[in-house]
């Protein structure tokens, strides 16, 4: 059967056509596309999924004549034919045709010279121009896929995954893996499974944008191409693996074993939990939340320098009190009941000096690695589910807590507090006159207020903040209600001085951006050597290192 569907020349990939939209019922004849392609449905498939473009697809046919000559048949071999769907290894009748077939579907199709074999016909069995029939069974197909769009790496799915999630980058993932030359030569394998985050991958680039397309227990093939196994250079020996000769082509079984997602708490990338054990439900805790855990803290040395509850007496504290580090209660407020993690804390959300435990000396700008496990939780109540005298009450105690916290310096944490007395009583209307009275004090926390108190206080916590543009608007609503308030106006001067100095550090950082980037080019367009390319990047680390150094 091979050999008589060589392609005659010309023959090609399969276009970009949609031949999959017809309805067919059985014993019912239609033509599908528009180069006169007739598909006969015999006996209906399976489930509503068609092999796509790549697949590998497993077919028992026979094919004949108008005259019903019969010049082939897998069936009476006894061996069912495969081959790629879409990658011209058969006339584009079948290309076209197999493409709108379920699994166990039986279809005749009528092919004419154009989809077939055109003028030149394949003697002796197939005259030229002739019009075929095809009587096809599709068996099975294993999804082959173009993961990359380029060739450079094939999947072919040997055992479907379970559920629907991918590993994203910052993941950990476990997997097993055998790597192959394509003369069968084992060059790496791992013997219990490896462990890598996607991020940084693991043996060869494939590796890392292969998982990502997998699901758990997924089994896969990997034709791996050169540029993305180990290129033009091969690899030497290593360990246990044998060397990879230059431009090789890789053979890779890989297993999706399972993975830990990893959650990027902080938009800076500082604070990450890794999801040890997944918890219940889907609420979280809230700031104010009364949460228990436990927890053991460590350095990346793992030495332990902090352990706080047990099975019997888990710790109790409340978010947002600052009782345990930044980091920690900024990840507590991302999990679920029951879940376990492991929480890396960047110094800038732990400890920038240094510090001494009853466990160890914690040096200062150090990362902290917590494993904790949240047993339980109590949110505080949302003004959703407070009456009105409850909103009243709530607001005035957040507003006294701000108060307390803005006296010792604490802006952010104060402005928090005043946001969320505002919030109790944001709205109104179903306020009774007596309780908007009781309100009426309160309500110098909201920004559209018209109490220059309050308008002050809260620009003065996002200048220490760092939220100019809104300390900017603060500082003018309160100017405009007090024009000569003489606190107000100084506190517009520092403002003024904090961004002048922003500005400074901004154009110095884009300056040396673009000095970078003229660089660069300059060494593209001479073709300066590698070696000259790896100083200009030191370089730029260092610069990098300066502004962030300023930064902070």
């Not at 392609?7 to 309805?23: C, H, I, K, Y």
């Not at 999630?165 to 910052?170: D, G, L, M």
């Not at 590796?207 to 227990?217: N, W």
């Amino acid at each position: 059967m091979a050999d008589d569907f060589e392609l005659p020349q010309g023959a090609g990939m399969m276009e970009n056509e949609d031949f999959g939209d017809t309805v067919f019922k059985v014993g019912e004849e239609k033509e599908i596309g528009k180069q006169g392609l007739k598909k006969l449905l015999v006996k209906e498939g399976e489930g509503w999924e068609t092999p796509e473009t790549g697949d590998e697809v497993e077919v028992h046919y026979t094919g004949t004549l108008l005259d019903d000559t019969k010049f082939d048949s897998s069936r009476d071999r006894g061996t069912p034919f495969k081959f790629k769907l879409g990658q011209g290894q058969v006339i584009k009748g079948w290309d076209q045709g197999i493409a709108t077939m379920k699994k166990g579907e039986n279809a005749v199709f009528t092919i004419p010279p154009d989809l077939a074999y055109g003028e030149s016909g394949s003697p002796p069995t197939i005259p030229p121009n002739a019009t075929l029939k095809f009587d096809v069974e599709l068996l099975s197909w294993a999804s082959v896929k173009d993961i990359c769009k380029d060739g450079g790496i094939f999947k072919k799915i040997i055992k479907e995954g379970e559920k629907w999630e991918h590993p994203k980058e910052a993941d950990e993932v476990l997997v097993k893996y055998e790597a192959r030359l394509e003369d069968g030569t084992v060059v790496s394998k791992s013997e219990e499974g490896v462990e890598f985050y996607v991020k940084d991958g693991y043996f060869c680039p494939a590796f890392a944008i292969a998982v990502k397309t997998m699901k758990k227990d997924e089994k896969v093939l990997l034709t791996v191409k050169p540029q993305y196994g180990f290129g033009h250079q091969g690899r030497e020996a290593i360990g246990n693996d044998v060397a990879v000769p230059p431009n090789a082509t890789l053979m890779v079984d890989l297993e999706l074993v399972s993975w830990k997602v990893v959650d990027e708490v902080t938009d800076d990338k500082k604070v990450l939990k890794k999801i040890l054990k997944q918890g219940e439900g889907y609420e979280r805790p809230n700031d104010g939340a009364v949460v228990k855990v436990k927890y053991t803290g460590k350095l990346e040395d793992g030495s332990i320098f902090e352990q706080k509850g047990s099975d019997e007496e888990p710790f109790e504290f409340m978010t947002g009190e600052e009782q345990v580090v930044d980091g920690l209660d900024r990840a507590l407020m991302t999990m679920k009941k029951g879940e376990v993690a492991s929480v890396s804390v960047a110094a800038e959300y732990g400890y920038q000096t240094e510090i001494k435990t009853d466990l160890a000396v914690v040096p200062p700008k150090s990362t902290l690695i917590y494993e904790v496990e949240l047993v339980s939780f109590v949110k505080e109540k949302e003004s959703w589910d407070m009456n009105t005298a409850e909103k009243i009450e709530a607001a005035g105690k957040k507003k006294e807590e701000g108060n307390a916290l803005f006296k010792v310096g604490k802006y952010f944490r104060a402005s928090k507090k005043y946001e969320k007395a505002a919030k109790y009583i944001e709205y109104d209307t179903s306020f009774s006159e007596e309780e908007k009275k009781q309100s009426k004090p309160l309500k110098v926390l909201e920004i559209e207020s018209q109490n220059v108190k309050a308008l002050y206080r809260r620009a003065q916590a996002y200048i220490q903040t760092a939220d100019l543009e809104l300390a900017e608007m603060d500082i003018k609503k309160a100017l405009e209600i007090d024009p000569n308030n003489r606190d107000v106006k100084l506190e517009y001067r520092a403002l003024k001085e904090k961004q002048k100095e922003y500005n400074k550090k901004a154009a110095k950082f884009y300056g040396n951006m673009f000095a970078r980037m003229s660089k660069l080019e300059e060494l593209e367009s001479g073709k300066s050597g590698s070696q000259k390319v790896e100083t200009v990047n030191k370089e730029e680390g260092s610069d990098a290192m300066a502004v962030d150094g300023q930064s902070a």
